[in-house]
């Protein structure tokens, strides 16, 4: 029976092995399994970011992971995890040398997306490959979108590389889902999808559990 629930830190090295079969060749993913693995606990242990995971009889068989601001996020993520996986990320720089310029170019991620406060920014979206095509990434999405909602997130957005067209078909059901703009980032061009929470709250329920750190909580209006 599958199980829509947050992410926990344990389960980073199974993001990480679901990251890395679902993104093959790209820079995180050739910046080695421990840099992963640190950036999902991150996810689950911060204020900024949360994860929601597709869990088969207790397994995880996909995952979302979005951040609640990317600036945020990240610079958090720079200062207190970055320097745990400094070794192993510098040597897999020294061995694939061709990613220095995108490391670089992804140093300041969150200043090319454009994403403003109470936008919940997608950052991964997985499933393990067996599991595949049997509706769990829709389902993990609307179960992050009546989260998203609760703490007062009003927009979601996906980066997707241009090429993509599984992942381009897939969040093409969003209603109200558009480009803001496009972009390039670790050497590939990209889509930045928007698509209004409001719009796509119909049969969504909230993950099951607690989160590890809950999020932080947007409260009352947006400014203008």
Not at 24 to 30: A, E, F, S
Not at 68 to 76: A, G, I, N, P
Not at 99 to 109: D, R
Request: glycine residues 6%.
């Amino acid at each position: 029976m599958i199980e829509f629930r947050y992410l926990r830190p344990e389960d980073a090295p199974l993001a990480a092995d679901i990251h890395i079969a679902g993104q093959q060749g790209t820079t995180l993913t050739l910046l080695g399994r421990s840099f992963l693995e640190e950036f999902y606990r991150a996810v689950c242990c911060s204020v900024w970011a949360e994860g929601v995971g597709a869990y088969d009889d207790g397994k995880l068989a996909g995952f979302v992971a979005v951040a609640v601001s990317s600036d945020k996020f990240f610079s958090e993520f720079k200062r207190k995890h970055l320097w745990r996986v400094s070794i192993p990320a510098a040597w897999a720089v020294i061995k694939h040398p061709k990613i220095i310029k995108y490391v670089v170019q992804g140093w300041n991620y969150s200043d090319q997306t454009l994403s403003p406060e109470r936008e919940c920014d997608g950052l991964f979206i997985g499933v393990k490959r067996e599991y595949l095509r049997l509706g769990l990434a829709p389902t993990m999405v609307k179960t992050m979108f009546a989260w998203a909602n609760s703490i007062g997130i009003e927009t979601v957005t996906f980066m997707i590389e241009k090429r993509n067209r599984p992942m381009r078909w897939m969040v093409s059901y969003m209603n109200d889902l558009y480009v803001d703009h496009e972009f390039e980032v670790y050497g590939r061009p990209m889509l930045f999808y928007k698509a209004p929470i409001a719009a796509n709250l119909d049969e969504a329920e909230m993950p099951k559990g607690k989160p590890c750190t809950p999020a932080h909580a947007y409260k009352g209006k947006k400014e203008s």
